[in-house]
């Protein structure tokens, strides 16, 4: 697993952990891209500018400190969508086999 100093300014080491345990290589949802930008003086200087999988910001925000307003609602926001998933799931399991198709067919051509 890639351990870099930018990513222990990123993370608390819990998700470290997760992703080492889950098998999970960390490169691969947390990139680091530095980029320049200008300041007041008209000068550039690098700023660290960091690009986050959708799995990076969940595990990000369900280790992060919930007191935050902006972890809090990233916390909600992940609960939503869990619940709108299983009541998908449980939607789609009562459909036939036909109108399972016709489903299938319709996610392909309209994504």
């Known amino acids: 697993m890639q351990e870099s100093n930018e990513f222990y300014c990123l993370a608390e ?6 992703c080492q345990n889950s098998e999970i290589t960390d490169i691969d ?3 680091v891209d530095n980029k ?3 300041i007041g003086s008209g000068a550039k200087r ?3 500018d960091y690009k986050l ?8 925000a369900q280790n992060a400190n919930p007191r935050l307003k902006i972890i809090a609602l990233a916390q909600t926001y992940f609960a ?3 619940r709108k ?9 009562m459909l036939t086999e036909d109108e399972k198709r016709f ?9």
């Open 36 to 38: 320049m930008v200008e």
């Open 46 to 48: 690098e700023q660290k």
């Open 103 to 111: 489903y299938q067919r319709d996610l392909t051509r309209f994504g």
């Open 29 to 31: 949802h947390f990139v």
């Open 53 to 60: 999988t959708r799995y990076a910001c969940y595990l990000i």
């Open 85 to 93: 998933q299983e009541i998908s799931e449980k939607e789609y399991s």
């Open 80 to 82: 939503v969508q869990t």
């Open 13 to 18: 080491p819990r998700v470290l952990i997760i």
